[in-house]
C-alpha cells in the first residue's frame, strides 16, 4: 500500500521558513508585500484568493487586492499592473488567470515586471526557469513539486521521471525543474502513443494534465512515487485529481492525494517568492543560482 505524501507538513516546513525571513527583513524596515490582481469572480479564484491570503499573512507578508470586474478593459488592467511595477513597497504580484475572452493574456503578463513575477507568468522567469540560470521564479505549482520531492527526501539524480502535460503552468516547468536536478524526463500529454507504457517506465510519475482519473492502474508499477497536480470535480461534485487513487494506492510506492497534496504547498511557495522577492529588491540578498531550485541553500526536509 502506497504512503500518502501529505502537503500539510510540507506547506508549514516552508510558512515557517517563509515567516523567518520576513522577520528579518521588518528588522531592516521592509514590510514583504503581494498585490494579488483578479478579474471577475471566478469561485476557484476566490478560493485560492483566501488561501494565499491567510497563508501569507500568516507568514508576516502584506496583502493588497486589486479586484476588477469582468468586463473591465485590458487597459484598465495593464493600468493596475503599471501602478503596481511603480510601487516601490510592493514586491510581488499574483495575476489570476486564465483572463476574460477579451483581453490578450500573453501581453498582459509580459507587462508584469519580471522582478515582482512571483508566480512564473512572465517570459523572462520562464526563461530562466528553461534555461536554469536561476532568474525569476518558477510557477508555484511546478516549485511545489520539488518541495514535495525535497521534503520526503527523495532523490533524482539519476533517476527517470514522466511528466503527464504540457502546460506553462506545471508540465513543461516542472520538466525542467527536474532535468535542473539531473533526473531523466519524458514529457507526455493527452496524445501521447502508448501512454500507459510510457507512465510505467517512470521512477516518478507526475500528473498534470488536468483530465479526471487519466492515471490508472494500467499506468503505474510498484515501487513508483507520484505526484497528482491536476485539480478536477468528479461526478458527486468532490475535488478528485488526474490520478485515480484507489486504483493506484495498492500499487506505488507513494502518492500524493488531492485535495490535500501537491496543491495544498502552492501558496506556501508563493509566500516564499514573495519574501524572497523584497530580499532582491531591497538588497539583501542578491539572486543565486538554485535558490529557487530543489537544492536551495536553507532547504527543508522531515530528516
Known amino acids: 500500500m502506497a504512503e500518502l505524501w501529505k502537503g500539510a507538513p510540507v506547506a508549514a516546513a516552508l510558512t515557517e521558513r517563509a515567516s523567518r525571513q520576513a522577520a528579518e527583513l521588518r528588522v531592516r524596515g521592509v514590510r514583504p508585500a503581494l498585490a494579488i490582481v ?64 477579451h483581453m490578450d493574456e500573453e501581453a498582459v503578463c509580459a507587462a508584469l515586471s519580471p522582478e515582482k513575477d512571483v508566480d512564473g507568468i512572465t517570459p523572462g522567469s520562464l526563461a530562466g526557469v528553461f534555461a536554469g540560470s536561476g532568474a525569476g ?17 527523495y532523490p533524482l539524480s539519476g533517476k527517470r521521471a514522466v511528466v ?15 532535468l535542473h536536478q539531473n533526473a531523466t524526463v519524458t514529457l507526455c500529454h493527452t496524445r501521447t502513443v502508448q501512454l500507459a507504457e510510457e507512465c510505467r517506465r517512470a521512477d516518478v510519475l507526475i500528473a498534470a494534465a488536468g483530465q479526471l482519473g487519466m492515471i490508472g492502474a494500467d499506468c503505474v508499477r510498484p515501487g513508483q512515487v507520484i505526484l497528482d497536480v491536476g485539480i478536477n470535480t468528479d461526478s458527486q461534485g468532490n475535488l478528485a485529481g488526474d490520478v485515480a487513487l484507489s486504483a493506484v494506492e495498492p500499487v506505488a510506492e507513494a502518492v500524493t492525494p488531492v485535495p490535500g497534496g501537491v496543491g495544498a504547498v502552492t501558496t506556501s511557495v508563493l509566500a516564499l517568492h514573495v519574501v524572497q522577492a523584497a530580499r532582491r529588491q531591497t538588497g539583501g540578498q542578491r539572486q543565486a543560482a538554485g535558490e529557487n531550485s530543489f537544492q536551495g541553500t536553507d532547504s527543508v526536509g522531515r530528516s
Open 137 to 153: 521564479f518558477p510557477p508555484c505549482t511546478a516549485q511545489a513539486c520539488m518541495e514535495m520531492l525535497r521534503y520526503y527526501n
Open 164 to 178: 503527464v502535460g504540457r502546460s506553462l503552468v506545471a508540465g513543461r516547468p516542472v520538466s525542467m525543474l527536474l
Open 38 to 101: 483578479r478579474v471577475g469572480e471566478r469561485p476557484e479564484d476566490l478560493s485560492y484568493e483566501r488561501g494565499a491570503r491567510r497563508r501569507c499573512e500568516s507568514a508576516g507578508i502584506e496583502v493588497k487586492h486589486h479586484p476588477l470586474p469582468e468586463e473591465a478593459s485590458q487597459g484598465e488592467l495593464l493600468a493596475v499592473l503599471e501602478q503596481i511595477n511603480r510601487d516601490p513597497d510592493i514586491h510581488g504580484c499574483l495575476l489570476f488567470r486564465p483572463l476574460p475572452r
